[in-house]
């Protein structure tokens, strides 16, 4: 059986047909009035229209054969031709059993045609600091990931680590310059050490000074541009150099990634596009998009007509192409940020022929994107379509500017995690939640709920506006945040342990309080949140979902007695409604990227 919307939408249809009105106009949605009526149609008003006849007459005699139809309890008309719709206890009996029986995905229907998907986020560099843009695609890329494949596509998680740009050639000089790898400059092809000659530390250390220096110096600069493009036509010594930097920097941000639940299936970084460049750079030139610019290749992606005004260095102003040509190889012989990306999306067609690729990047971002992909569809390394940019907005501080951490400087993965965790081991100690648990079960409690306080905190905004971070209402055991709703599932998992302990067990699921009804309705809402939240990628409405399943079990819970029902029948039936909830809510939580705990 379908969601209880599409089935309604199908008798609604019928009944349309039969009238003689398109029942493509039998539009049925949840009920602007649930103490009313469960779900409604509008559909007669526009129909009537059409064949020119009373509105209020014709919902009547759609409402007439509706009757007839025993799944519902009532059909009546209202206002100026609204069919509302009441359900039988026994249709919702039926859609709850189904969704309780539904292990794998909790009534949430899947896709027709799975379909080869890449998402591309996350976007770390090596050695150069995390931003919250990284932040908050890791978050929302991990979600969207989830929720592709929960809908049965077939999805590749790539992050795209930044190792290929002038980060590279700073550091490789600014190490030169510290005498930290001398064994890594001499010309010639080795062998170099195996070991490597940087820490972590060095890295963190050595890359905003450097990035400082080229600021002000032009010299040094100069230099760094220079290894930058001679580690990338193949330098022996800089790309073993370069090898290590790339190691210590992944191995860093996967042991911070994994705190977080983010998790790559491929950990590609910009640089392992490298080996198409000889093809698509005499691709790109054969088919005459690569052509010479000031000393530099570049794409031009804008049509004809496409400008905009351009301020000149002398204060003259021009209409230049918008968006402006994709640079492809600098005057100093470089490939550039959107030189790799190109070369990654050739990459992928040959690797995983993908029909979508989703790239989760900061707003700030979408000119590149545009540039990139255009140019892709250009060349033919892509449908017309296939390539999705997915922007989101900025996690501010209490100031209105991006977050920083404690220590004033950009974000810290770590710091963040740790600051979150000591907010909630001090919540989960004011609420006298935990207390009878040994200390490590206690400390892998407050990392759940810590990580559950970010990641909802973040994933309950639509994706495209940004929010201001406040780590005391994240982390607050009550209104729309993670660790309610933890704290909602543990409730339930609490009470199931219980009945199982009585010798309870779930049973026939029958429907007769309001309460019930109301969980039933919710539980069946889930299959729509989770395509809606699919077709717009917006993994907000799964998070809105969530929330609604807490608070309707809640509900339910004060309403109607469990384990203290009237009789033993009654007693296996709410608890397999609980059993139920508590199987969407976690489903619906790991779509969010959140782990629930066994008890708090
Ligand atoms: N490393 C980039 C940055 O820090 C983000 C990468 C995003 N993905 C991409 N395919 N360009 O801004």
Redesign the pocket.
């Known amino acids: 059986m379908s969601d209880l919307k599409t089935v309604l939408s199908e008798a609604v249809a019928a009944a349309f047909a039969a009238e003689g009105v398109d029942p493509a106009l039998a539009r049925v949605t949840p009920s602007d009035r649930p103490d009313l009526a469960d779900f409604q149609s509008n559909g007669a008003l526009a129909a009537a229209k059409a064949l020119k006849a009373n509105p209020r007459d014709l919902a009547g005699k759609i409402a007439e054969r509706l009757s007839a139809d025993a799944r519902f309890a009532s059909v009546e008309v209202a206002g100026p031709g609204f069919i509302n719709l009441k359900l039988s206890d026994a249709l919702l009996a039926e859609r709850a059993t189904e969704v309780a029986n539904d292990a794998a995905h909790a009534g949430a229907a899947t896709v027709a045609e799975p379909r080869q998907v890449v998402i ?6 090596v050695a ?1 600091p ?2 919250v ?2 932040l908050r ?1 890791a978050i929302i890329g991990e979600s969207l990931k989830r929720l592709f494949r929960f809908r049965g596509d077939h999805v590749t998680g ?1 992050a ?3 190792d290929w ?1 002038f980060q590279m050639g700073l550091l490789i000089v600014a190490c030169g310059d510290e005498k930290l790898a001398d064994a890594f400059m001499a010309e010639g092809d080795g062998p170099f050490p195996v070991d490597s000659p940087v820490t972590l530390a060095d890295l963190d250390r050595l890359y905003p000074q450097a990035a400082g220096k080229a600021k002000e110096d032009p010299v040094f600069r100069d230099r760094a541009r220079k290894a930058t493009a001679e580690l990338q036509n193949g330098r022996s010594g800089y790309r073993a150099l370069w090898q290590h930097f790339v190691a210590v920097s992944r191995e860093a941000l996967k042991r911070e990634y994994g705190d977080l639940s983010v998790d790559f299936d491929l950990w590609n970084g ?1 640089s392992d596009a490298d080996p198409q460049m000889p093809e698509m750079l005499a691709h790109l030139k054969e088919t005459g998009l690569l052509v010479e610019d000031d000393g530099a290749q570049v794409v031009h992606v804008a049509k004809p007509g496409e400008t905009r005004k351009k301020k000149l260095a002398d204060g003259s102003v021009i209409e230049a192409p918008s968006p402006p040509p994709l640079l492809v190889i600098s005057s100093e012989g470089s490939a550039m ?1 959107g030189t ?2 190109l070369a ?1 999306i050739l990459d992928r067609k040959k690797a995983l022929a993908p029909d979508l690729a989703l ?4 707003e700030r ?1 979408a000119e ?2 545009e540039q ?1 992909f255009r140019a892709a569809y250009l060349a033919g390394y892509a449908e017309q379509g296939a390539l999705e940019h997915l922007g989101f907005g900025t996690m501010n501080g209490q100031d209105g500017k991006p977050f920083k951490t404690r220590a004033g400087g950009v974000l810290k993965l770590r710091d963040l995690i740790d600051q979150a965790t000591d907010k909630a081991r001090e919540r989960l100690r004011e609420a006298k939640l935990g207390d009878d648990l040994s200390p490590e079960e206690f400390e892998a409690i407050a990392h759940k709920v810590a990580i559950a306080a970010l990641k909802f905190a973040d994933l309950s905004n639509a994706r495209t506006t940004s929010y201001v971070f406040d780590l005391d209402r994240f982390m607050s055991f009550e209104g729309k945040t993670g660790p309610y709703l933890l704290y909602q599932s543990v409730r339930i998992k609490s009470l199931l342990r219980k009945g199982a302990e009585q010798g309870l067990t779930p049973g026939a699921i029958v429907i007769a309080e309001p309460a019930e009804r109301d969980l039933a309705l919710t539980l069946d809402a889930f299959s729509t949140a989770v395509s809606d939240a699919y077709d717009k990628r917006m993994p907000h409405l799964v998070a809105e979902h969530a929330y609604r399943v807490a608070q309707s079990f809640s509900k339910f819970y004060a309403a109607c007695p469990v384990l203290i029902a009237p009789d033993e029948a009654t007693k296996r039936s709410r608890l397999a409604l609980s059993a139920a909830a508590l199987r969407q809510l976690e489903i619906a939580l790991n779509l969010l990227g959140i782990d629930t705990p066994e008890r708090m």
């Open positions: 591309d986020y996350g976007g770390p560099n150069k995390m931003h843009g990284h695609s790539d795209h680590f930044g740009g910009e940020y790799t990306d990654t790239y989760v990047v900061d971002q590149h994107f990139v």
